[in-house]
């Protein structure tokens, strides 16, 4: 029986924050917008990681009625306990990048699906721009 590999959140997360140290970046809102960006780099990485054989082992849905995410914000959340990010006050809501650019290849060289988020590094900074 073929094994699929499998992007879990942690991965999914780690490998998001990662692309944006690299980019340079130092924070990003955290608000409505951004888990509306999660759920669309998600839907483009799961499409692309279909084509390379790579399943993500979790699904983001916006609530309907609220447009936010229990599952980005516990991603988040989990990020925050690795030491990757930190968030400020609930009144600022902004996620620090605190992974060196150095860390950032680390990781992105070790988790599952790795390349997937080098290759669209581009395509996730072009998406979290606004920020």
């Known amino acids: 029986m ?3 590999t499998r992007i879990t959140k942690a991965d999914f997360f780690s490998g998001i924050f990662a692309v944006v140290a690299l980019s340079g970046h130092k924070g990003l809102f955290f608000n409505k917008a951004f888990d509306e960006d999660v759920a ?9 990681a279909k084509q390379r054989g790579i399943d993500m082992g ?3 849905r916006l609530h309907p009625f609220h447009g936010d995410s229990e599952t980005i914000h516990k991603g988040v959340f989990a990020a925050v306990q690795r030491g990757i990010i ?3 006050t609930p009144e600022n809501s902004i996620i620090r990048i605190k992974l060196s650019q150095d860390e950032a290849r680390v990781i992105l060289n070790n988790i ?7 290759d669209f590094a581009d395509r996730i900074i072009m998406i979290l721009s606004h920020y």
Do not use: N, P
């Open 112 to 118: 599952t699906g790795g390349k997937l988020f080098i």
């Open 40 to 48: 669309r780099i998600f839907q483009e990485l799961m499409e692309h």
């Open 86 to 88: 930190s968030v400020d």
């Open 58 to 60: 979790f699904r983001i």
């Open 2 to 4: 073929e094994r699929t």
